[in-house]
């Protein structure tokens, strides 16, 4: 049996062997892959660590903001257009709710007339929102859009009294991509004041709510019918919260307010710009189990 020394001999005595060429550059481009990877995995727990000390960071600041402020910074920073798309619409399952906001720019501030009462950012589209979550909920399938009616017409030049007419680009093309939709709400908070807009309810203040129909809609009393309905499931568990149906035409070109499109259409105010976001989301949150309730009774009949 050969010893250790002669096989070391055996070994140098042997011809040297020099791999293939490719061989080489196989084994090259595979180690330098697995290298690459182990690279990014290292930068990446470095990235994570670092993320996420910064995170707690921010986090640690923001909780010393107070609880108004705080809010509209959080509302604020939903709303930021590249993040947020403007019509939000649940892929799932066809919508039966839409809701829009014609005077989308409306805001909550009683430092300010109503007539100045306007923010691009902090306005009524955040109740919409807050109405698409409430609605989901309740496996009510809605879809909100917040397209920047305001902000196009300033665009196009166009008056306060267009305004219909821009937002009606919006409702017309989901209906006729979506023939399930069968509730219209166009939502508004009014210019009244604050002693009109406000309902208080256990030392809770809450932004009543006012439906509004035009006798210019075709679908006029299906319209009205509706906004009953809705008035007196509200009626039922919040008695004086809604401030009951306006019967109004538009000053403008659409003098239906849109409600010529589809029955069961209304324009919803809630609250009054010398209210808080806070009053508007907790009747929003009302307004849903409304909703909710009105959907439930019409599958039975």
Partial sequence: ????????????????????????????????????????????????????????????????????????????????????????????????????????????????????????????????????????????????DKTDVMGIAKERGLSFQDLYEISREGLLKQIRNHDSIDMVFDIHRDSQTKDITTKKMDGIEYGKVFFIVSPASPYYEENVKFAESLHNELEKEYPGLSRGIMHKESHGTQKAYNQDLL?????????????????????VDIMAEAIKEVVKLEKLN
Wanted: charged share 30%; hydrophobic share 35%.
């Fill in 1 to 144: 049996m050969p010893t250790e020394k002669d096989l070391l001999q055996l070994i140098k005595e042997s011809n040297t062997v020099v791999p293939r060429e490719e061989f080489v550059l196989n084994t090259k481009s595979l180690l330098e892959k697995k290298a690459r990877k182990k690279e990014k995995r290292r930068k990446y727990k470095k990235w994570s660590i670092a993320s996420i000390s910064v995170f707690i960071s921010m986090m640690s600041g923001w909780w010393l903001v107070s609880g108004a402020n705080f809010e509209k910074i959080s509302n604020s920073l939903a709303s930021i257009e590249h993040k947020d798309p403007p019509v939000m619409v649940d892929q799932t399952k066809d919508p039966l709710v839409y809701i829009y906001h014609t005077h989308n720019q409306e805001t909550f501030n009683p430092e300010l007339s109503a007539e100045y009462a306007y923010d691009e950012s902090y306005n009524i589209s955040l109740a919409g929102e807050r109405l698409l979550e409430q609605l989901k909920s309740y496996d009510i399938v809605a879809i909100h």
């Fill in 263 to 283: 029955a069961k259409s209304l324009i919803v105010e809630i609250g009054g710009y010398e209210n808080k976001m806070e009053d508007i989301y907790r009747t």
